[in-house]
């Protein structure tokens, strides 16, 4: 998205066409002679990688500034859960139980998305890493509600290619799973959390850290299935091993269903306690 000047300086744009069209001599061919922010081999040099995070981070910051995204709702989950009516393809027979939850994303996605349209479509924008499964869902339910949703995408050893559904204008590529997950949080007004693997994992508890931590800021942090997380993760041997407080249980609820999510983040800051919260 480019932006008029803002001062009298030539601009970098026109002199990277201009530097193009000077005469071919052995000077012009020389990699020294090239911009520096123009040289494909030397951005990618080792040495340059603070600037690439710089870039990286920045970017997506001022695309999503300029298209007026204020907050997110964050969707963590899953790449390999189908969608129900291709459950009959999923490789074990828990992935195809658990395609259910493509729905429940879908749908939650759809209801979030509606009620930041009704409130001005700045807030509750719904981020997803803008891949398969979970993810699709997510930025299908987007589309469905007729609004916007972004995608976060990330170059991997196998081929892949964002979603359909995501908004071209806020789909990105990182190279830094780092740089990737300060994007997901950046903005984050609530974090929900789909069955998924090492991926959703790492991001689940790289956000539940930093909360713990005071690193950020208390959000609504929800898992769907309960019954998977229980069977994944024994969070109450953790607090009676003493390797987590037992308040630190309180940091996240369990729900089954996008509705569930919905009034849980409605009234998320309401006087509970963790055996009484619907969901739980």
Same mark, same amino acid.
């Given at each position: 998205?480019?932006?008029? =000047?803002?001062?009298?300086?030539?601009?970098?744009g026109t002199d990277r066409t201009t530097a193009d069209e000077?005469?071919?001599?052995?000077?012009?061919?020389?990699?020294? &002679?090239?911009?520096?922010?123009?040289?494909?081999?030397?951005?990618?040099?080792?040495?340059?990688?603070?600037?690439?995070?710089?870039?990286? /981070?920045?970017?997506?910051? $001022?695309?999503?500034?300029? &298209? !007026?995204?204020?907050?997110?709702?964050? /969707?963590?989950?899953?790449?390999?859960?189908?969608?129900?009516?291709?459950?009959? +393809?999923?490789?074990?027979?828990?992935?195809?139980? $658990?395609?259910?939850? &493509? *729905?429940?994303?879908?749908?939650?996605?759809? /209801?979030?998305?509606?009620?930041?349209?009704?409130?001005?479509?700045?807030?509750?924008?719904?981020?997803?890493?803008?891949?398969?499964?979970?993810?699709?869902? +997510? =930025?299908?339910?987007?589309? %469905?509600?007729?609004?916007?949703?972004?995608g976060l995408n990330i170059v991997l050893p196998f081929e892949q290619a964002p979603n359909e559904y995501?908004?071209?204008?806020?789909?990105?590529?990182?190279?830094?799973?780092?740089?990737?997950?300060?994007? #997901?949080?950046?903005?984050?007004?609530?974090?929900?959390?789909?069955?998924?693997?090492?991926?959703?994992? *790492?991001?689940? #508890?790289?956000? $539940?850290?930093?909360?713990?931590?005071?690193?950020?800021?208390?959000?609504? #942090?929800?898992? #769907?299935? @309960?019954?998977?997380?229980?069977?994944?993760?024994?969070? %109450?041997?953790?607090?009676?091993?003493?390797?987590?407080?037992?308040?630190?249980?309180?940091?996240?609820?369990?729900? @089954?269903?996008?509705?569930?999510?919905?009034? $849980?983040?409605?009234?998320? !800051?309401?006087?509970?306690?963790?055996?009484?919260?619907?969901?739980?």
């Open positions: 998205m480019s932006r008029k =000047n803002q001062h009298p300086l030539r601009d970098a000077v005469p071919v001599t052995p000077q012009t061919q020389a990699p020294a &002679y090239k911009l520096a922010f123009d040289d494909f081999d030397f951005m990618c040099r080792e040495d340059m990688r603070p600037v690439r995070f710089q870039l990286e /981070l920045l970017k997506p910051e $001022l695309m999503l500034n300029e &298209y !007026g995204v204020d907050s997110t709702i964050v /969707l963590f989950g899953g790449a390999r859960i189908p969608e129900p009516a291709k459950k009959e +393809g999923a490789r074990t027979k828990t992935l195809a139980d $658990l395609s259910r939850f &493509y *729905d429940e994303a879908r749908e939650f996605a759809r /209801l979030m998305t509606l009620r930041s349209m009704a409130g001005g479509g700045r807030d509750d924008v719904i981020v997803t890493g803008g891949g398969p499964g979970v993810m699709e869902a +997510g =930025n299908r339910g987007a589309v %469905d509600a007729g609004g916007v949703s972004i995501v908004t071209p204008d806020l789909c990105f590529n990182f190279h830094y799973f780092a740089i990737r997950k300060m994007h #997901f949080l950046m903005r984050a007004k609530a974090i929900c959390v789909f069955p998924g693997g090492f991926g959703t994992m *790492d991001e689940t #508890f790289e956000a $539940l850290t930093l909360i713990q931590t005071g690193r950020m800021e208390r959000v609504p #942090f929800l898992l #769907f299935g @309960e019954d998977f997380w229980q069977s994944i993760i024994n969070w %109450d041997a953790l607090a009676d091993a003493g390797t987590i407080s037992a308040e630190d249980l309180d940091l996240f609820r369990f729900v @089954e269903t996008a509705q569930d999510a919905m009034d $849980l983040i409605e009234n998320w !800051g309401a006087p509970s306690t963790r055996d009484s919260v619907p969901g739980r």
